[in-house]
């Protein structure tokens, strides 16, 4: 199998400064509705920004957003690219508009996205071996976004230990740790650590890094895109980082942002002060 190109010389800033596009994205698609899934963009905002900054190869790799209410960074990653317009972002979230608020079949910007919570690894896996069989294997990789969330799904194990199993070695995890979902923290609700121990038990190359952090994120994905096996970083991220206006008790999953609020967020980011 020929390994894909991987850029390893792409400006750390760049990561960055493309981090806080997408923080900034999504404070104004979800400050016209006063709340929403603010906390997700947040949170994966440097892994979103490592993986499209010398990774991920547009129009050739795929993309599988697992999480549905995580397609908020996905629609900011697309406008940054140019494949929607300010208009459609203006949109975000409305009765009957095109980018729903949590991802559907008929969402842009990704390959797939799921309903049901932990469905995008299976997907993904699909979409590996579907490669192999047509001869096609190594000529493109399928990224997953996921969240700690979600390992509290069966599924996620089930996919994760057929991927492990057959070597799919063209399937790379993002996991997004934030310790957050919709009952409080992931780590009062279920005990999911250790997380890089269990992945490896399953065949997979794991390992841990502060997400945002971009030069640590760039290097454990470039570690997990040459492993000869299917690769999962595991980054540990907040829902508020990034934001200095938001208030310490501010609740990650689905942030409240009153008008007086989201001026104080688009003007911190507009000004590149976060």
């Known amino acids: 199998m020929t390994a894909l190109d991987v850029s390893t010389?792409?400006?750390?800033?760049?990561?960055?400064?493309?981090?806080?596009?997408?923080?900034?994205?999504?404070?104004q698609m979800v400050s016209p509705h006063g709340f929403g899934y603010l906390g997700q963009a947040l949170s994966c905002a440097e892994q979103m920004a490592v993986l499209h900054t010398g990774c991920f190869q547009r129009g050739?790799?795929?993309?599988?957003?697992?999480?549905?209410?995580?397609?908020?960074?996905?629609?900011?990653i697309a406008r940054e690219a140019g494949e929607l317009t300010d208009e459609q972002l203006a949109d975000y979230g409305r009765n009957g508009a095109e980018?729903?608020?949590?991802?559907?079949?008929?969402?842009?910007?990704?390959?797939?996205?799921?309903?049901s919570l932990a469905q995008g690894l299976s997907g993904a896996a699909g979409f590996a071996l579907a490669?192999?069989?047509r001869g096609q294997e190594g000529s493109r990789r399928t990224?997953?976004?996921?969240?700690?969330g979600e390992v509290q799904e069966g599924q996620t194990?089930?996919?994760?230990?057929?991927?492990?199993?057959?070597?799919?070695?063209?399937?790379?995890?993002?996991?997004?740790?934030?310790?957050?979902?919709?009952?409080?923290?992931?780590?009062?609700?279920?005990?999911?650590?250790?997380?890089?121990?269990?992945?490896a038990s399953f065949g997979w190359y794991a390992e841990?890094?502060?997400?945002h952090d971009t030069a640590a994120v760039r290097a454990?994905?470039?570690?997990?895109?040459?492993?000869?096996?299917?690769?999962?970083?595991?980054?540990?991220?907040?829902?508020?980082?990034?934001?200095n206006s938001l208030p310490a008790d501010a609740d990650g999953h689905f942030i409240k942002l009153p008008a007086d609020l989201a001026a104080r967020a688009l003007e911190e980011l507009e000004n590149g002060d976060a």
Do not use: M
Request: aromatic share 6%.
């Open 131 to 133: 490669d192999r069989l």
């Open 220 to 243: 454990a994905l470039g570690r997990a895109i040459d492993a000869d096996r299917p690769g999962v970083v595991v980054a540990r991220t907040s829902t508020v980082h990034g934001l």
């Open 60 to 76: 050739v790799d795929r993309f599988v957003c697992s999480p549905g209410h995580y397609i908020i960074a996905a629609y900011a």
């Open 157 to 199: 194990w089930e996919a994760a230990l057929f991927a492990g199993h057959h070597r799919l070695r063209d399937v790379v995890v993002l996991l997004d740790a934030n310790d957050s979902q919709v009952d409080g923290p992931v780590s009062s609700i279920t005990t999911i650590d250790p997380l890089v121990d269990k992945w």
């Open 143 to 148: 990224f997953v976004l996921s969240s700690d």
């Open 99 to 115: 980018l729903e608020a949590i991802g559907t079949e008929t969402s842009p910007g990704v390959d797939l996205t799921c309903g």
């Open 9 to 27: 010389d792409v400006p750390q800033d760049a990561a960055v400064a493309l981090a806080r596009r997408i923080r900034l994205r999504a404070v």
């Open 208 to 211: 841990e890094v502060d997400g």
